[in-house]
């Protein structure tokens, strides 16, 4: 049976929760993924933050009630707004972050992508990024088995 | 804090001499040692075959390979295809990150590099067979914005503590300071990491007074070191032994394309391949590198350190484009590295 190691990406490209934003958004420009894992001074996943969090930290009045834009909070909105280039990762990002391990099959990871409508997910040993596995790893090796 | 060191002395026969060896090797490293490459002037290496090539005529390519380079990711790689764990940083043009992710994921090697605005240069061997002649065009490299330099320094940091050792190779690109070596050297000292450096006389030179392990100039472009040639025996003994500074191991000299003189702390060495044909010596000096450091990491051993660098050497330059395939073909050369003691 697959493992997650046998299919993943190995790139640690992360930021920490007290990156800026505006770093982020940098960083995905050059990168093939739509987020990065947040990770400590160890390398140790805390959370991930993905183009739509930061979409949403720009638009945070936007909701996504039946297609209309619901202003939820007035306060939160004019607190998000101030000083936008200044906001951090540890305000927007998904923590604690989803990820697998190594050693996890990847009939489990495609389970917890699907379930979780996740498209990427970090790979951890004890707890440290050591890469990602995205849907395109999952794709590329659904026509390598098949194709076998 | 004081630094802790492990004190080995041992004998082993070379050559029918008894050589005595003295390593200090940091204490406390990690069970599975992780190796970080620095390759801050990466390169697309094209391998361009065009026999008979006549300037200012239309040439027909015959055959054409593309490769990701830069003197770190080479190494990277050949420590990758011997199964070391590595980890490649630096910095990347966001157009190349895709191809120098897929060809070094699949040895293995992990990668975390920084994405800049302007492009990965491009370099271009010209090989032609007919006339036996190889020509290299190298592009300086790109600019490195400020904050992509801030980026990266933040990034290197932060892959420091889970490392065993740093290997800082190849030139620099636009708007970095040359001393920026040294500043890295420093960073790796600070978590006790066996430190390796390999590159043009202008960037070492501010870091002899570092406490850099092992250092290998690039001479390709000068045979100059210091300001003194190392063509002549008795300079190239004395030039050896100036690069072993504080904490140096080991300093290494290239001559004769595929020979080497190793100063350690206790006299110099000097290894070469015996019977071997060389299809290319393209990548020998990486690959010396990348052999000296897998077993060096293992054993601790100057001189097995020495014998495995020249066997990948050898592996390297029996491939047209200077990568062995596997462990398994350095192993088998190993009988053919010729080391033995001169006088220093």
């Keep these: ?148 | 804090m004081y630094q802790i060191f492990i004190v080995f002395f041992y004998f082993s026969k070379e050559n029918g001499k008894i050589i005595v060896e003295y390593n200090n090797i940091p204490a406390e490293r990690e069970e599975r040692p992780l190796i970080l490459t620095v390759t801050l002037n990466p390169s697309i290496d094209h391998f361009v075959q065009s026999d008979n090539f006549t300037y200012g005529r239309l040439n027909r390519v015959k055959n054409l390979e593309r490769q990701p380079g830069g003197k770190g990711v080479n190494i990277a790689f050949m420590l990758g295809v011997m199964g070391m764990e590595t980890l490649a940083t630096g910095f990347l043009g966001k157009a190349a990150g895709r191809f120098f992710q897929e060809r070094l994921h699949k040895h293995k090697v992990t990668t975390n590099f920084v994405y800049i605005e302007d492009v990965t240069r491009h370099n271009y061997l010209l090989v032609d067979n007919i006339k036996n002649q190889r020509t290299l065009l190298d592009e300086e490299g790109p600019d490195i914005e400020h904050d992509e330099m801030k980026y990266f320094l933040e990034t290197y940091r932060r892959l420091l503590p889970r490392c065993s050792a740093v290997v800082l190779a190849g030139s620099l690109p636009k708007k970095v300071p040359s001393g920026i070596y040294n500043d890295l050297i420093k960073m790796a000292e600070e978590h006790k990491l066996l430190t390796v450096l390999n590159t043009v006389e202008d960037n070492i030179a501010p870091c002899l007074n570092s406490g850099i392990n092992i250092i290998m100039p690039d001479l390709r472009s000068s045979d100059k070191i210091m300001g003194i040639p190392v063509r002549n025996p008795e300079n190239r003994n004395q030039v050896a032994c100036s690069l072993l500074g504080k904490g140096g191991i080991m300093g290494i000299i290239t001559f004769d394309s595929v020979n080497y003189l190793i100063s350690t702390a206790h006299g110099c060495l000097e290894a070469k391949p015996a019977g071997v044909k060389m299809k290319n010596t393209l990548k020998t000096g990486d690959a010396l590198i990348a052999g000296m450091i897998f077993e060096y990491l293992k054993s601790g051993s100057c001189i097995e350190s020495v014998r495995t660098g020249v066997a990948a050497s050898i592996a390297s330059a029996s491939h047209m484009n200077g990568f062995f395939k596997s462990y398994d073909e350095v192993k088998r050369h190993l009988d053919s590295v010729e080391i033995r003691e001169v006088s220093s």
């Design chain 1, 1 to 148: 049976m697959k493992l997650v190691r046998d299919i993943m990406a190995r790139d640690i490209t992360s930021v920490t929760e007290e990156d800026t934003l505006e770093k982020v958004a940098w960083l995905l420009t050059g990168y093939r993924f739509g987020g990065v894992p947040v990770v400590d001074a160890e390398g140790k996943v805390k959370g991930f933050i993905s183009e739509k969090d930061i979409i949403k930290s720009h638009y945070p009045f936007m909701g996504e009630s039946g297609g209309y834009f619901v202003i939820r909070s007035f306060a939160e909105v004019s607190k998000k707004l101030d000083k936008q280039e200044l906001h951090r990762v540890r305000e927007f990002m998904t923590s604690p972050a989803i990820s697998v391990s190594e050693e996890d099959t990847v009939v489990e990871t495609i389970n917890i992508m699907l379930e979780k409508g996740l498209r990427i997910l970090p790979v951890t040993r004890d707890g440290i990024l050591i890469g990602v596995v995205g849907r395109t790893e999952i794709c590329k090796e659904i026509f390598r088995t098949e194709s076998d």
